[in-house]
Nanobody, 117 residues
Framework: QAQLAESGGGLVQPGGSLRLSCVAS????????MAWYRQAPGKQRELVAT???????NYADSVKGRFTISRDNAKNTVYLQMNSLKPEDMGVYYC???????????WGQGTQVTVSS
C-alpha cells in the first residue's frame, strides 16, 4: 500500500527557513515524479515545485529563488527547502507522487506551515 508521510512543518517568522520532508513507502520511488503542493485557507491547492526522475526541477514563480526541491532515491524521500519565508507561503503543504508509466497518483496527509511574527 502506497503511503506518503510529510514532516517538517511548523511556525516560523517571516524571513525564516523550514525544510519539509516526505518519505514514501509502498512504491518504486525512483519511477515517480515527486511534487509539493500547498493550500492556503479558502484557496485552491497550488503546485509549488516538482522534481522528475532525472532530477529536473520546476517551481512556481512565487517561490523561485527561495525554495529548493530535491530527492534522495536511496531514502525514498523528497525534500523542500524553504528560505526567506513570507506570510503568503502559509498553508498546508502536501507531497504528491505521480507514476511515470501509468495514471497513478498518491498524496500525503499534509504538514502545516505557518509564517507569522
Amino acid at each position: 500500500q502506497a503511503q506518503l508521510a510529510e514532516s517538517g512543518g511548523g511556525l516560523v517568522q517571516p524571513g525564516g527557513s523550514l525544510r519539509l520532508s516526505c518519505v514514501a513507502s509502498g512504491i518504486t520511488f525512483r519511477n515517480y515524479v515527486m511534487a509539493w503542493y500547498r493550500q492556503a485557507p479558502g484557496k485552491q491547492r497550488e503546485l509549488v515545485a516538482t522534481i522528475n526522475i532525472g532530477d529536473n526541477t520546476n517551481y512556481a514563480d512565487s517561490v523561485k529563488g527561495r525554495f529548493t526541491i530535491s530527492r534522495d532515491n536511496a531514502k525514498n524521500t523528497v525534500y523542500l527547502q524553504m528560505n526567506s519565508l513570507k506570510p503568503e507561503d502559509m498553508g498546508v503543504y502536501y507531497c504528491n507522487a505521480d507514476y511515470t508509466l501509468a495514471p497513478l497518483h498518491y498524496w500525503g496527509q499534509g504538514t502545516q506551515v505557518t509564517v507569522s511574527s
